[in-house]
C-alpha cells in the first residue's frame, strides 16, 4: 500500500490527483491488475470525472454548495456536516483498473480529491492488487 498527500487550499473544492496516482503506478512497476483510491476521512472523498474541463469540477463543487448549505440547522454541533454529506455522497474510493503500466480511463476521465472542510492536509492511500 502506499501513501499521497495531499494539501487543500479552501473549504470545499475539488483536486485533481490523477498524476500522483499515475506516478505511484509507475514506481511500483504495476503493468497488469487494480488499485483502490482510499480517501480515510469523513469529509473528504474521491471520485472520477471530467478533468479536460475545469468547468465540470467547478460546477459539480458549487451543485453541492447549493444542494447541502454549510449554515442549515443540522443536529451535528461540529460545522461541518454539510461536509460530511457531501463526503458521503460522493464515496471515500474508487478501484480502478492498470492496463499495460497504465490507468484504464476514459479519454476525459481524471481522479479527483473532494475536499469538503478544508483547508488541510490529507492522506489518500492507494492499495496495489498486482496480477499475477
Known amino acids: 500500500?502506499?501513501?499521497?498527500?495531499?494539501?487543500?487550499?479552501?473549504?470545499t473544492e475539488m483536486v485533481d490527483i490523477t498524476c500522483n496516482i499515475e506516478k505511484v503506478v509507475s514506481d511500483e512497476k504495476i503493468?497488469?491488475?487494480?488499485?483502490?483510491?482510499?480517501?480515510?476521512?469523513?469529509?473528504?472523498a474521491v471520485t472520477i470525472n471530467e478533468g479536460a474541463d475545469p468547468d465540470v469540477k467547478?460546477?459539480?463543487?458549487?451543485?453541492?454548495?447549493n444542494l447541502i448549505l454549510k449554515d442549515k440547522a443540522f443536529k451535528h454541533s461540529e460545522g461541518n456536516s454539510d461536509a460530511h454529506i457531501k463526503a458521503s455522497i460522493i464515496?471515500?474510493?474508487?478501484?480502478?483498473?492498470?492496463?499495460?503500466?497504465?490507468?484504464?480511463?476514459?479519454?476525459?476521465?481524471?481522479?479527483?480529491?473532494?475536499?469538503?472542510?478544508?483547508?488541510?492536509?490529507?492522506?489518500?492511500?492507494?492499495?496495489?492488487?498486482?496480477?499475477?
Open 58 to 65: 467547478t460546477d459539480i463543487t458549487n451543485f453541492l454548495l
Open 31 to 44: 503493468i497488469e491488475g487494480l488499485i483502490v483510491v482510499f480517501v480515510p476521512h469523513t469529509t473528504a
Open 1 to 11: 500500500m502506499r501513501e499521497i498527500q495531499v494539501r487543500t487550499n479552501k473549504r
Open 91 to 132: 464515496g471515500s474510493s474508487e478501484t480502478i483498473i492498470v492496463k499495460n503500466g497504465r490507468l484504464i480511463l476514459g479519454t476525459w476521465q481524471h481522479i479527483f480529491f473532494f475536499e469538503g472542510d478544508g483547508p488541510r492536509n490529507r492522506k489518500v492511500f492507494i492499495e496495489i492488487i498486482k496480477k499475477e
